[in-house]
Nanobody, 121 residues
Framework: QVQLVESGGGLVQPGESLRLSCVAS????????MGWYRRAPGQQRELVAT???????TYADSVKGRFTISRDDARNTAYLQMNNLRPEDTAVYYC???????????????WGQGTQVTVSS
């Protein structure tokens, strides 16, 4: 059983920073892509950033230059550093990882439960 747990969300003022973490635990053979999505109230889920093993990180246009995704494969952890936060960044942020649980099976997507980020003065 694989579980993803996010942390680091909270309430901040515009211009401030937050760092989200996502730790995968359980039976893990390999992790390919790691990513962050968000869902604002009344809106659809949108991609924020992704980071695969073989490619450079990619970002939504709305967060380029402000957010940075990183990964620590030794710790099965993904991070999202969010700087210069804006009210429009308010959303529930979800972590996702493509994980293989053994050397035979392929990768399957797993999701965390989400962490709330609120940016308000």
């Amino acid at each position: 059983q694989v579980q993803l747990v996010e942390s680091g969300g909270g309430l901040v003022q515009p211009g401030e920073s937050l760092r989200l973490s996502c730790v995968a635990s359980g039976t893990i053979f390999s992790i390919n892509a790691m990513g962050w999505y968000r869902r604002a109230p009344g809106q659809q889920r949108e991609l924020v950033a992704t980071y695969t093993e073989a490619e450079y990180p990619t970002y939504a246009d709305s967060v380029k230059g402000r957010f940075t995704i990183s990964r620590d494969d030794a710790r099965n952890t993904a991070y999202l550093q969010m700087n210069n936060l804006r009210p429009e960044d308010t959303a529930v942020y979800y972590c996702t990882m493509d994980i293989s649980v053994d050397h035979v099976l392929g990768y399957a997507p797993y999701w965390g439960q989400g962490t709330q980020v609120t940016v308000s003065s």
